[in-house]
């Protein structure tokens, strides 16, 4: 279990230094590796993520996702979920994004050669770059963005001001 703690704090740790001057991702409660020992078990199974998105329709939202990790993580796939709904076609009504390929792809990769960072790099991406989405949880969705943008952009942005308000940290 020791290893696993050392593993999500590298992880964490190398998030917290990423997105330092961007905010795109911000760890909700910060972990002090020198008190690893009295860390609570689930902020290292359940990390929360603060999302503040830098592109339209999702501007001026923040936007909490937690990542589930296994017991044995990183031989098991993590599973995510946004805590506060996002109208994106990448994300369920209950929250749940697994349509990302790195997560439909994480058996197939060597361990240690893909972590958290990498998740949340990609959940960014998908997020912004809709013309890149294959499988969407919500295909009605993407049928919109496709079909009448300003409409999607929209339902986007009035979602995002009222469910994904600015928290003060």
Same mark, same amino acid.
């Not at 998030?15 to 860390?39: G, N, R, V």
């Not at 990769?109 to 013309?131: A, C, K, R, V």
């Given at each position: 279990?020791?290893?696993?703690?050392?593993?999500? +704090?590298?992880?964490?740790?190398?998030?917290?230094?990423?997105?330092?001057?961007?905010? !795109?991702?911000?760890?909700?409660?910060?972990?002090?590796?020198?008190?690893?020992?009295?860390?609570?078990?689930?902020?290292?199974?359940?990390? *929360?993520? *603060? /999302?503040?998105?830098?592109?339209?329709? /999702? *501007?001026?939202?923040?936007?909490?996702?937690?990542?589930?990790?296994?017991?044995?993580?990183?031989? $098991?796939?993590?599973?995510?979920?946004?805590?506060?709904? *996002?109208?994106?076609?990448?994300?369920?009504?209950?929250?749940?994004?697994?349509? +990302?390929?790195?997560?439909?792809?994480?058996?197939?990769?060597?361990?240690?050669?893909?972590? +958290?960072?990498?998740?949340?790099?990609?959940?960014?991406?998908?997020?912004?770059?809709?013309?890149?989405?294959?499988?969407?949880?919500?295909?009605?969705?993407? $049928?919109?963005?496709?079909?009448?943008?300003? !409409?999607?952009?929209? +339902?986007?942005?009035?979602? $995002?001001?009222?469910?994904?308000?600015?928290?003060?940290?």
């Amino acid at each position: 279990m020791v290893s696993k703690h050392i593993r999500l +704090l590298k992880d964490l740790a190398h998030i917290d230094e990423s997105f330092q001057s961007d905010h !795109l991702f911000s760890i909700k409660k910060k972990l002090d590796a020198s008190t690893c020992d009295a860390i609570h078990e689930t902020d290292l199974t359940h990390p *929360i993520f *603060i /999302y503040t998105p830098q592109q339209s329709p /999702y *501007i001026g939202g923040e936007f909490e996702l937690e990542i589930n990790l296994p017991l044995d993580y990183p031989t $098991t796939t993590p599973r995510v979920k946004f805590r506060t709904p *996002i109208y994106s076609p990448i994300v369920d009504e209950s929250g749940i994004i697994s349509c +990302l390929p790195i997560l439909q792809r994480w058996q197939s990769y060597p361990i240690n050669s893909i972590n +958290l960072y990498d998740i949340l790099i990609e959940i960014d991406y998908y997020i912004t770059h809709l013309e890149d989405v294959d499988e969407p949880h919500r295909p009605i969705l993407l $049928t919109e963005w496709k079909e009448d943008p300003s !409409l999607f952009h929209k +339902l986007a942005e009035q979602q $995002t001001k009222e469910l994904a308000k600015s928290q003060k940290r």
